[in-house]
């Protein structure tokens, strides 16, 4: 479902359940004199609930945080005990080709990487 559809829909539902409450609270009479005010409210629970959707849905879309890359490529290399070339962590990690490389290139910048001949030698934390 689309984050507007969704939006809207919750701010049509706050709009109705706020007519309601103040109808049953407060009088019919004072109910329909509020209306502006009820439509305001929900347009602004609508607009929170569209921001929230949208920051989970950019969340999602982010694919694999940097961290967890390194972190993949540190396990990879612990279990393989050898110099890991970037088709290793393609072929074993959720890591494509292009991120693999591109995560290999950011540890050999941060120090916890050397190349060697064609391949990569992960340094451990400790060492």
Known sequence: MQPALLAFLVALGCAYGLYGLVAVFGGVNLAY???PLEFIGAIV???????????????????????????AIERLAYRRRRPLT??????????????????????????????????????RAGR
């Open 33 to 35: 004199r509020l209306v």
């Open 86 to 123: 970037v088709q290793d962590v393609a072929s074993d990690t959720l890591l494509d080709e292009p991120g693999a490389l591109l995560a290999l290139e950011a540890m050999v910048k941060a120090g916890s990487a050397e190349r060697v001949n064609g391949a990569y030698r992960i340094r």
């Open 45 to 71: 629970i609508g607009a929170v609930v569209y921001r929230l959707f949208q920051r989970v849905r950019e969340g999602h879309s982010s694919g694999v945080r940097p961290d967890q890359a390194e972190r």
